[in-house]
C-alpha cells in the first residue's frame, strides 16, 4: 500500500502525499493549493484513485462542508421513508419543508461525527493518514448525493409525492414500476458513495480494502442506528 516518490535532487525516498523532500526540502511533486470543484467531480468519476490523492494533498478541502449538506438532506429524507412519516403529513409540501429543514440542520453534525468514527476506526485498525485527509475524502464520497438530492430525489417527489413517505398506501402499491426503477437509481447512488468511501479511506490511511471495508460498514451501521434513535424523538 506504501507507494514512494523519489527525490530528483538527494535520491530519498519520500510519502506519496509528501510535497517537499523530507531531507533537503526540494519539491517532489506540485503544490495542491485548493479544489476545483467541476474538475474534481468529473475525476472522482474517472479515476476515484486520483481524484482522492488529489483530495488528500490540497491544502485546503474546498467543498466538503456542501457536500455535507447534501448528504444530511439525503439522509433526512432516507430516514422519513423508512419511517413513513407521511402518515403524519396530509399534504407533500410541509413534509418537504421539515424534510429541507431537518437536514441542514443535521447535516453538519452528522457529517462531522461520521469523520470523527471513521478517522478513530482506521486509527485503532491501523492507519495513518491524518485527520484532514478522512474529512476530505469523507466529503468528497459523497458526491453520489449531489446526483440523488438534485436529480433523483425531485423526479421520485414529483412522480411519487406523498405515497414514498406514507404506508397505506404505499409507493410500491401505487406505482411500482416507477418505485422500483427510482428506487434503484437510489440504491445504486447510496452503493456508489459507500465504495468511494471505502476507497478514500484506504487511501488516506493506507490500510487495505479489507479493513477499509470493516472500518467503513461498521461507523455507516452505528451512524444509521443513531440517525433512526435521533429521529424518532420527533415523533414523525
Known sequence: MNRMIVCPVCAIQNDEYAITCSSCGSYVQDR?????????????IESPAQAFKKIIMAEHKNYVLLLAMFLGIAVSFGLMAVQKSG???????????????????????????????????????GGSGKYTSTYGVTGWSQMPM???????????LATLGLWLFSSNPNAFQVKPTVTIVLGGFAGLLAIWSMILLIMGISKAHKVS?????????????????????????FNI
Request: cysteine-free.
Open 209 to 233: 480494502i479489507v479493513r477499509s471495508t470493516v472500518i467503513t460498514l461498521s461507523v455507516i451501521s452505528a451512524a444509521s442506528l443513531g440517525m433512526l434513535e435521533l429521529y424518532s424523538l
Open 87 to 125: 402518515n403524519s403529513f396530509d399534504n407533500l409540501l410541509p413534509l418537504l419543508l421539515f424534510g429541507s429543514v431537518f437536514g441542514g440542520v443535521i447535516g453538519l453534525p452528522f457529517f462531522y461525527a461520521l469523520t470523527g468514527l471513521l478517522h478513530g476506526m482506521a486509527i485503532v485498525f
Open 146 to 156: 449531489v446526483f440523488l438530492v438534485v436529480f433523483v430525489l425531485p423526479l421520485m
Open 32 to 44: 495542491i493549493p485548493t479544489l476545483d470543484f467541476f474538475a474534481t467531480l468529473w475525476l472522482m
